[in-house]
């Protein structure tokens, strides 16, 4: 459950938005066996949306104060594996927002 927290909490960082590089690697870090290219090709797509909308573009602008941060509403353990793995569900809430727009 730990390393499922964890995860959720590097996804909502706004260097993880605005930093491809460390981006890159802390996917490496964190991708099971097998599902790299699959996710950093989601999470490209991701970064690149939230850019061009309202709130990444306040993030590139001098002067504008941003907020991201998110929060667990819940979790679901759907299998377990012991010494081996485990497949959690997280339901979470992100915030976003600046005053640039």
Known sequence: MAAAAAYGRVLS?????TDPARRDRALAAM???GSLSEL???????AAAVATAPFG???GREGVASVLTMGYLGYR???????????????????AGNDAN
């Open 77 to 95: 353990l759907d299998a377990y594996q012991q010494h081996d793995s485990a497949r959690v569900r997280l339901w979470a809430v992100v915030v």
């Open 40 to 46: 950093e090709t989601a999470q490209q797509g991701v």
């Open 31 to 33: 991708a099971a066996p």
């Open 13 to 17: 960082s706004r260097w993880f938005l």
């Open 57 to 59: 573009l306040g993030l």
